[in-house]
Antibody
Framework: QITLKESGPTLVKPTQSLTLTCTFS??????????VDWIRQPPGRALEWLAL???????RYSPSLKSRLTITKDTSKNQVVLTMTNMDPVDTATYYC????????????WGQGTLVTVSS | SYVLTQPPSVSVAPGQTARITCGEN??????VHWYQQKPGQAPVLVVY???DRPSGIPERFSGSNSGSTATLTISRVEAGDEADYYC???????????FGTGTKVTVL
């Protein structure tokens, strides 16, 4: 079955960069149409989509955060990495990675999420 | 930027029907997907492509999309349906995904 799990620091200082890793199993990022996304949720607030990487290395970013985000993949390790620069306390959130398969634009499997706090 | 507006909260008695709207211009031209999120848990897909249900989701969850509003309907509401619900679309004009503002469903 498909599983995803996020990992990374729980605490980041303002102005630092955040690097999160999504390690998945049950599917391959070599399969046509498959993608992995990053989505975040500040405490008590709504979900916010951040970035997407496709099987063919095509990438999409949230327009409002595009300048701060980089998404990459390592298919040999079944991992997707998200880097966000210049972190601010407003970036405090639970960060999720999610799977979507070929030809559709919804997220059918999610990781458990990882809470990242930005504080000095 | 694209905004998907949902009512902040919906309250419903057990056994009754809850309806959650997701509105923006020209919704009828988009495929709308819905997620349920219980406290401390990751979201779960409950309806995709306007009205389809993933396997394992009860028939009590249904969706529709026409004109300017999409709707998630929960029939015969149970206490376990108490959660936050989010709609989601792909905005082809800017090439990114958008989530709705979220609706908290309270079972009285």
């Amino acid at each position: 079955q498909i599983t995803l799990k996020e990992s990374g620091p729980t605490l980041v200082k303002p102005t630092q960069s955040l690097t999160l890793t999504c390690t998945f199993s049950g599917f391959s990022l070599n399969t046509t149409g498959v993608g992995v996304d990053w989505i975040r949720q500040p405490p008590g607030r709504a979900l916010e989509w951040l970035a997407l990487i496709y099987w063919d290395d095509d990438k999409r970013y949230s327009p409002s955060l595009k300048s701060r985000l980089t998404i990459t993949k390592d298919t040999s390790k079944n991992q997707v990495v998200l880097t966000m620069t210049n972190m601010d306390p407003v970036d405090t959130a639970t960060y999720y990675c999610a799977h979507h398969g070929g030809g559709y634009d919804y997220f059918d499997y999610w990781g458990q999420g990882t809470l990242v706090t930005v504080s000095s | 930027s694209y905004v998907l507006t949902q009512p902040p909260s919906v309250s419903v008695a057990p056994g009754q029907t809850a309806r959650i709207t997701c509105g923006e211009n020209n919704m009828g031209s988009k495929s709308v997907h819905w997620y349920q999120q219980k406290p401390g848990q990751a979201p779960v897909l409950v309806v995709y492509d306007d009205s389809d249900r993933p396997s394992g989701i009860p028939e009590r969850f249904s969706g529709s999309n026409s004109g300017s509003t999409a709707t998630l309907t929960i029939s015969r509401v149970e206490a376990g349906d108490e959660a936050d619900y989010y709609c989601q679309v792909w905005d082809s004009s800017t090439d990114h995904y958008v989530f709705g503002t979220g609706t908290k469903v309270t079972v009285l």
